[in-house]
């Protein structure tokens, strides 16, 4: 689609602002009203429609697109996205283990075990650990606590939490990111230790180098859209 606007500025409505093209106030692929908590959210988004050129290219705006999906998807279904959030915790990646060659078995130890730890202590979210890919019952009381941590979240923050959970598979990095526990390449770094493990025993594989560059930026953008939602961000830090 070609650029049809020239100015991009932000605007108070109430409690929450907006993003403006040419003076009419931005709606989503829904039609949705484009409100949005804070001015420096606002402004991420100003910025990324300000940066097209003659072309608008969908791709190169993720937090504009991570606003859409909160308002358009999150919103209307809630109790669902909660509930899809919370299964990962039944299958989360870093309860499943290799049991060789050993090398990555202590690899995974050493990047997973700590997360684990965290979320025991944070949600009292004691998850177990099993070996190979078949899921294991785990803990009603974890799950329980772990749906409760993903239900506190805002629609804006469940729209983040979504995008890194899917992203990583893993509901555990997915809240590590979110509460400020890693940062975009720690959440990347920590969700591919298999395939980084594989790629310095095998050699690279392009098809598996573009899907890891497809996780890399959303972890990117996805830690960009939560520090904007954060204090910090809407202080403009």
């Known amino acids: 689609m070609r650029r049809f606007y020239k100015v991009v500025s932000v605007a108070r409505e109430g409690d929450a602002f907006t993003v403006t093209l040419d003076g009419k106030k931005m709606r989503t692929r829904a039609k949705a009203p484009f409100h949005l908590p804070n001015e420096a959210l606002a402004r991420a988004i ?36 909660i509930d899809e959030l919370a299964a990962y915790g039944e299958t989360d990646l870093l309860c499943h283990r290799a049991d060789r060659p050993a090398e990555l078995v202590t690899r995974q130890d050493t990047a997973w075990r700590p997360l684990l730890d965290w979320a025991a202590q944070k949600y009292s979210a004691d998850l177990k650990v099993t070996i190979g890919i078949l899921p294991q019952p785990q803990p009603k009381q974890a799950l329980a606590a772990l749906r409760g941590a993903v239900a506190g979240f805002d629609d804006m923050m469940l729209a983040g939490l979504h995008s ?3 992203a990583s598979g893993s509901l555990i ?42 996780i890399r930026a959303d972890m990117e953008s996805t830690a960009i859209f939560i520090r904007f939602l954060s204090d910090q961000g809407a202080k403009g830090g």
């Not at 990111?177 to 594989?205: H, K, M, N, P, Y």
């Open 46 to 81: 100003a910025n990324e429609w300000e940066d097209q050129g003659s072309t608008i290219k969908p791709q190169s705006m993720p937090i504009t697109r991570l606003a859409g999906t909160a308002i358009d998807r999150v919103s209307p279904a809630r109790s669902r996205v």
């Open 164 to 166: 890194a959970t899917t």
């Open 173 to 214: 990095i997915g809240l590590a990111l979110a509460e400020g526990r890693i940062d975009a390449a720690g959440a990347f770094e920590i969700s591919q230790v298999d395939e980084t493990f594989q790629i310095e025993r095998w050699g690279e594989d392009a098809e598996l180098e573009e899907q890891r560059a497809g």
